[in-house]
C-alpha cells in the first residue's frame, strides 16, 4: 500500500473509532449538537386539556413610547386581579410610572397587596424582561393593606413612587391586588417630581399607538395539564405556548378605547403547565423559543427518586442574555426526570419576548439517536477536514517537488 493511501485508511479507521466511542457513551443532554438534531427531528403534538383561567388582568402596553403625561390605561375590577405594564419614556425629562386605585364607595376600602415586582429601569428591554420574571417567581413579596379613602385615592405600591425612569428607559412592573369591591386601577406616567395623588386628578388620558395592546382580560393565571399522561414510548413530543392555535391568546376590551382588544402573546398571564407522564428511563425537558428572540425564565417543580420535593428557576437562556434571534430552532435544556413524574412548570411571557414557544419532551431513545446522528455529523465534518488538510499537504508537497525539478 502506498504511504498517503495507507495514511488515509488510519484516518478513516481512527475517524470510525471515535464516533463508535461517541455513540456507546452516555449522551449529554446538553450538548449544543445533539440539541439541534433533537429540534429537527419528527415530533408530535402532546394533547393538553382546555385551559382554566382565573382572575383579571389589566395589561398596559400602549402607547408604549409615551410622549406625554397622564394615565396609560385603566378600567374598573373587582376581586383578584394583576396590573401588569410595560413602557418607555420616551420624554426629555425623568419621569415614574405607578399604579393607582380609585375607590367610589362612600366608604374606606381595604385593598390587599399580594405582590409588587418590577425590574430596574433600563434601555435594554430583553434584561428587563428576564428580570422582572425571575422577581416575580421567586417571590420574594410581603402581604399589605393599602387603605383606599371614600371617594379618593391611593398608591398600590408605593415602591414605584421612588424609581425613576430616564429618558429612553424601559420600566416594567407586576402588582397583583385583591379588591374588596369594583375599583378603578390605573397605571399612570408623570414626572418624577409630582405628587400622582395631585397628578391622577387632571384625569389627562393617553390615546393608544397603533399596536393597541393594552386592556382588561380574564385570565391572568392560566391551567393546563397533558390530556393523557406523556409515555416513553411517544417518541419526541412538544408542548405549544402562546402562538393562538392551540393555546389562545386571551380576548378582552379596552375601556378607554371602548373596543374589543386580544393580548397578542398572553404578555402578563402566569401559566401553570402540568406534564403527567408514563413509561421507563429517563424524559429530558427543553424550551425552543419558535417566533424570534426571546428571554425570560421558567419555574420548574417535581418530586424526585427519593420523595424529596424539586424546585429550579431556570433563566432563558441561562448563558447568554436572550436566545432565538433569527433562530426559530434554538434550544434550552431544562431537566432530565424519570418517565412516570409529575413536573409542574410555571412561566410568564416577559414584555418584548416573541413567541410562540415549545416545551419538547425527549425520551432516553430518541436522545441516544440525536447523540449519534450528533457525532457521525462532527466525525464525517472531522474526516472532511483531515482530508482536506492532507491533500493540502500533498499538493503542497508536489509544487515543492516541481520547483525541485525546475
Not at 415586582?117 to 420574594?140: C, F, H, I, R, W
Request: aromatic share 8%; glycine share 6%; with cysteine.
Amino acid at each position: 500500500m502506498k504511504p498517503m493511501k495507507f495514511f488515509k485508511y488510519i484516518v478513516s479507521i481512527l475517524t470510525l473509532t471515535a464516533l463508535y466511542a461517541a455513540a456507546a457513551a452516555s449522551p449529554n443532554p446538553n450538548d449544543a449538537d445533539t440539541m439541534n438534531h433533537i429540534v429537527n427531528a419528527h415530533m408530535g403534538v402532546i394533547a393538553m386539556t382546555e385551559p382554566v383561567n382565573k382572575g383579571t388582568l389589566l395589561f398596559s402596553d400602549s402607547p408604549e413610547y409615551p410622549e406625554e403625561s397622564g394615565i396609560l390605561y385603566g378600567d374598573k375590577v373587582s376581586g383578584d386581579c394583576r396590573m401588569y405594564f410595560y413602557h418607555v419614556n420616551q420624554s426629555s425629562i425623568p419621569r415614574k410610572i405607578v399604579v393607582v386605585a380609585y375607590n367610589p364607595e362612600d366608604s374606606d376600602q381595604e385593598v390587599i397587596l399580594k405582590n409588587c415586582q418590577y425590574a430596574q429601569p433600563s434601555t435594554e428591554y430583553y434584561e428587563v424582561g428576564k428580570e422582572l420574571s425571575m422577581l416575580y417567581y421567586e417571590g420574594n413579596n410581603t402581604v399589605n393593606k393599602v387603605t383606599v379613602p371614600a371617594h379618593g385615592y391611593a398608591l398600590l405600591g408605593n415602591r414605584l413612587d421612588n424609581v425613576k425612569v430616564l429618558p429612553d428607559q424601559l420600566f416594567s412592573g407586576i402588582v397583583d391586588i385583591e379588591l374588596p369591591t369594583a375599583m378603578y386601577v390605573s397605571s399612570m406616567i408623570l414626572p418624577f417630581t409630582d405628587n400622582p395623588l395631585l397628578f391622577v386628578r387632571k384625569q389627562l388620558y393617553l390615546p393608544s399607538d397603533s399596536v393597541q395592546l393594552r386592556g382588561t382580560f380574564w385570565g391572568k393565571d392560566r391551567y393546563i395539564s397533558t390530556l393523557i399522561p406523556y409515555s416513553s414510548l411517544d417518541g419526541i413530543g412538544y408542548i405549544r405556548l402562546a402562538g393562538d392555535v392551540l393555546d389562545r391568546f386571551l380576548v378582552g376590551h379596552d375601556a378607554m378605547d371602548n373596543r374589543v382588544s386580544k393580548n397578542v402573546g398572553n404578555y402578563g398571564v402566569n401559566y401553570t403547565i402540568r406534564l403527567r407522564t408514563k413509561g421507563t428511563g429517563n424524559l429530558h425537558l427543553y424550551f425552543n423559543p419558535m417566533g424570534g428572540e426571546y428571554a425570560g425564565v421558567m419555574d420548574l417543580s417535581y418530586t424526585d427518586a427519593q420523595q424529596k420535593e424539586v424546585r429550579k428557576i431556570i433563566e432563558l437562556p441561562s448563558d447568554r442574555l436572550s436566545m432565538g434571534k433569527d433562530n426559530p430552532y434554538a434550544m434550552q435544556y431544562l431537566d432530565t426526570v424519570p418517565a412516570g413524574t409529575d413536573v409542574i412548570m410555571h412561566m410568564m411571557p416577559p414584555g418584548a419576548a416573541n413567541l410562540p414557544v415549545r416545551i419538547i419532551v425527549v425520551p432516553d431513545k430518541e436522545l441516544q439517536k440525536a447523540a449519534d446522528d450528533a457525532a457521525a455529523q462532527r466525525a464525517l465534518q472531522e474526516k472532511i477536514r483531515r482530508e482536506a488538510a492532507l491533500a493540502a499537504k500533498a499538493k503542497e508537497a508536489e509544487k515543492a517537488q516541481e520547483m525541485q525539478s525546475v
